[in-house]
């Protein structure tokens, strides 16, 4: 079941997009989910159409991917478009059923929030496609890195989190091992009410935590043995490169946001 | 004379919560560029001992000293250096997200500069045969190769002393054959002294020189030749013996005659044939 | 009850770039009351087949025979509950899978789940908790404050309570110290011939398989390699070295013995013991 999930998944290639400074990415979504926001019109949607097909054009991920990744968020794209169509009262009825009456202005705005909803979720999982975990990362620390000025704990938490990045495989292997041990044992997690679902977790659950906590505990005393004594002193093993593609499209953003202003009404 | 790398001398440890010493008077030697086997069952203190090798407990009476060393608060980060651990579990002490990250991972902790690293994790990496692995994650490895890449990680920072506690207790016979092999290699070609925590004969049979512990006190110590002679003795100690010993035992029981109980297939085979079928 | 697997396939993750084949084209029975070795490397496909055995996962091509109930591609498997009570499995490391405040109450989860009154729940408990060689004193305790030792016998126990027709092993001793290996190796053996048990046993161990097997499975690669009686497999060592598997040490050891006499013994020899007492025979005939 997990183990179908692509959202958050790298692909491995060697591509424009994959070679960029995770900080240009990062960056550019940054600036990519604001300008989204400027859209209004037609025309405008069709430029960010275009720009977010020529990335993924450049990535060279495969778009029946991106298309499988899209399922888990299906739903939600949905229910923001019913939510739109059913509770908008704008223009022209255009149908009537029922107690429900849908307006003209109520499709079109639905319509653009779910084109909205797909282009973010198709650039933010484009990031994650062609960017290991661990180079977002070092991005994020990176980017944060002026705050540790204001004594904020920057590199504890990338820390943190390359550390949880480097464990989710791990873990998702456990949950679906104890959850097949206790399925042997005639645990069922997927029939009866909400009550009892939530209690068949337990078995799940508790050895879960039992062992985390142990993982917790050895990778300390192993992180320690091998001299980690937090950050002071400590130098970094991956430098991020900053390149002129990386620049270009810093442009390639600003130049967008400008046309934006252009041409939205 | 053998240089002594590390002297335990009359310890003894109680855990805060318990009665029972978990270690009564054990004093001995390691020295330079030895392989030392230290055997024992569950609960013979063995895993107290590993603890304290690397500086989570410290003796409740008597010294320990590693490298030059005493074992107490203000030494801990300098034995760290001096002693590297790999431990029981692969999954649990692979700290990087890729091969190559975990192995530098003991280097930034150490402020090594980022030319240097390069050059130290590509080195200790070929000292395992991992070098076709560096940019993958953790699990796609098997579990002898992420111990291949801790004790990579570990000789990156260039100790005196490798303690394996348990290493290859989690592997299966490629994998522990994968690890002993790996560590024989160092300890020959590198002269790293080699302190294996085990209950693995296997393992204990390529070592140098085998301690028994046995309820927190050290039991006896020798070769792995003359530890395996004791035979019924190791068998009531809860540890087993290898092959070739048991076989010796059990002919000698079916009433063929043997010079003595032999360690080694060959000789017990060739014993067997001079002193029972060649007329 | 027989089990029969029938051009069995699976894959992780199918239809995703990160698809991955496991097994396929397997065929092999596992006859009810015998006690069956499966071995082979890690990634040979071993603990995929085992999952098989009691619908944990569904096979994307072919069928297994479970007794009377029969697991085919691409149908909706219902009430597999009965099949998983009569198929238990002890996982590797099966004490990662406890959780219950007692020991007690953590063995009668399985037969419980399988509709079992807590009272033969209870009394089952007794049962087990002996046949692992544990006291019954541990009943009362929390099982995370017992050895990993004893934590892995009282997951066994667990699995025994339920009362199965067909008990599957993988690797259950693993990990475990000379003696505890021993221990429950043998206690296995005993269920299986008294209690007419069905044991499968998955293991890399070619000593264990030779000692306790009635019939032995190779897999390599995703396939079944060789199956047959262990004295069959064990004395063909070039078809077990061609896939990288050992012989077993009292098989090498009787190989050895042959060169120096000339010709082969009657039979391969699979415990030492049998050994033994098979050269001493010899050497009775010979004087």
Known sequence: MMEKMIVGRYLPADSVVHKMDPRAKLLFIFGFVIIVFLANNAVTYAVLGAITCLIVLLSRVKLRFLINGLKPVLILILFTFFLHVFFTKEGDILAQIGFLTIYKGGVIKGVLISIRFLLLIFVTSLLTLTTPPISVTDGIESLFGPLKKLK????????????SLRFIPTLLDETDKIMKAQMARGADFSSGSIPERVKAVIPLLIPLFVSAFKRAEELAVAMEARGYKGSEGRTKYRILQWSTRDTIAMFLLVALCAALFMLRS | MKE????????????????????????????????????????????????????????????????????????????????????????????????????AFGLENN?????????????SLEKVGMTAFLNQEPHHLSGGQKQRVAIAGVIALRPDIVLLDEATSMLDPLGREEVINTVRELNENEGLTVISITHDLEEASRADRVIVLNEGMLYTEGTPERIFQLDRELL???????????????????????????????????????????? | MDIKLREVEYSYAAGTPFERQAIMDVTFTIPSGQYVAIIGHTGSGKSTVLQHLNALLRPLKGEIEIGSRTIAAGRKGKKLKDVRRRVGIVFQFPEHQLFDETVEKDICFGPM????????????????????????????????????????????????AMKPDVLVLDEPTAGLDPRGRQDIMNMFATLQKKNGLTCVLVTHSMEDA?????????????QVYRTGAPRDIFSDADSLTNVGLDIPETVRFQRMFESHLGHPLDKVCLTPEELAAEVSRLRGEMT
Request: proline share 3%; net charge negative.
């Open chain 3, 113 to 160: 789940n399988f509709g079992v009154s807590e009272e033969e729940a209870k009394k089952r408990t007794r049962e087990a908790i002996g046949l692992v060689g544990l006291p019954e004193e541990v009943l009362g305790k929390s099982p995370f404050d017992l050895s990993g030792g004893q934590m892995r016998r009282v997951a066994i126990a667990g699995v025994l």
């Open chain 3, 210 to 222: 030779a000692r306790y097997a009635d019939k032995i499975i190779i897999m390599h690669k995703g």
């Open chain 2, 236 to 279: 009531n100690l809860g540890l087993g013996v290898p092959f070739a010993v048991q076989m010796s035992q059990l002919l000698t029981d079916a009433g063929l005659q043997l010079s003595r109980r032999h360690f080694n297939e060959e000789e017990l085979v060739k014993d067997l044939w001079t002193l029972n079928f060649e007329k």
């Open chain 1, 152 to 163: 904020l704990p920057v590199h504890e938490l990338a820390l943190m989190m390359s550390i």
């Open chain 2, 111 to 123: 402020g090594v500069e980022h030319s240097a690293m390069q050059e130290r994790v590509f080195a």
């Open chain 2, 4 to 103: 002594k790398v590390i002297s335990i001398k009359g310890v003894s440890f109680q855990y805060p919560d318990q009665e029972a010493f978990a270690l009564r008077n054990v004093s001995f030697d390691v020295y330079k560029g030895e392989w030392l086997a230290i055997v024992g069952h569950n609960g013979s203190g063995k895993s107290t001992l590993a603890k304290m090798l690397n500086g989570l407990h410290y003796p409740s009476e008597g010294t320990v000293s590693i490298g030059g060393y005493a074992l107490i608060e203000e030494n801990v980060w300098l034995i760290r250096e001096k002693l590297g651990m790999v431990f029981q579990n692969p999954d649990n002490q692979f700290v990087g997200t890729t091969v190559q990250d975990d192995v």
